[in-house]
C-alpha cells in the first residue's frame, strides 16, 4: 500500500515562496501522475497542478500558472510544487496525490487513489 508524506508547508509572507515536497512508502510511484491540490477553509479542494508519469508534461490551475512550479525526482520518486509571489488566497492546506488519471480528467480529485495527510501553507499580509 503506497503512503504518501507532505511536508514543507509553513508561515509565508505575502510575495513570498514556498516548496512542498511529497515521498512515498511501501510502493513506488514511477507509473503514477502526480498531482498537488488544496483546501482552503471552507471550501471544495480544488486542483493546482499535475505532472504525468513521463515527467514531460505539467498541467497548472490558472490560479497558479505562471508562479508555480511541479516537478517529480524519478530517482526517489518524490514531487514537489513551488509556488512564487504568495497571495492571501494561497492559503490551504495542500495535499499531494497519485493516480491514473486520462488527461481530460486530471483535475479530479476522484481520479487519484493515493493522497498525502496535506501540509498547511499560511500566506500573511
Known amino acids: 500500500q503506497v503512503q504518501l508524506v507532505d511536508a514543507g508547508g509553513g508561515l509565508v509572507q505575502v510575495g513570498g515562496s514556498v516548496r512542498l515536497s511529497c515521498t512515498a512508502s511501501?510502493?513506488?510511484?514511477?507509473?503514477?501522475?502526480l498531482a498537488w491540490f488544496r483546501q482552503a477553509a471552507g471550501k471544495e479542494r480544488e486542483f493546482v497542478a499535475t505532472?504525468?508519469?513521463?515527467?514531460?508534461?505539467?498541467y497548472y490551475a490558472d490560479s497558479v500558472k505562471g508562479r508555480c512550479s511541479i516537478s517529480r525526482d524519478k530517482a526517489s520518486g518524490a514531487v514537489y510544487l513551488q509556488i512564487d509571489n504568495l497571495k492571501p488566497e494561497d492559503t490551504a492546506v495542500y495535499y499531494c496525490?497519485?493516480?491514473?488519471?486520462?488527461?481530460?480528467?486530471?483535475?479530479?480529485?476522484?481520479?487519484?487513489?493515493?493522497w498525502g495527510q496535506g501540509t498547511q501553507v499560511t500566506v500573511s499580509s
Open positions: 496525490a497519485a493516480g491514473r488519471p486520462i488527461l481530460s480528467a486530471i483535475a479530479t480529485s476522484s481520479m487519484y487513489y493515493y
Open positions: 511501501g510502493g513506488s510511484l514511477s507509473t503514477y501522475g
Open positions: 505532472i504525468r508519469v513521463s515527467g514531460g508534461n505539467t
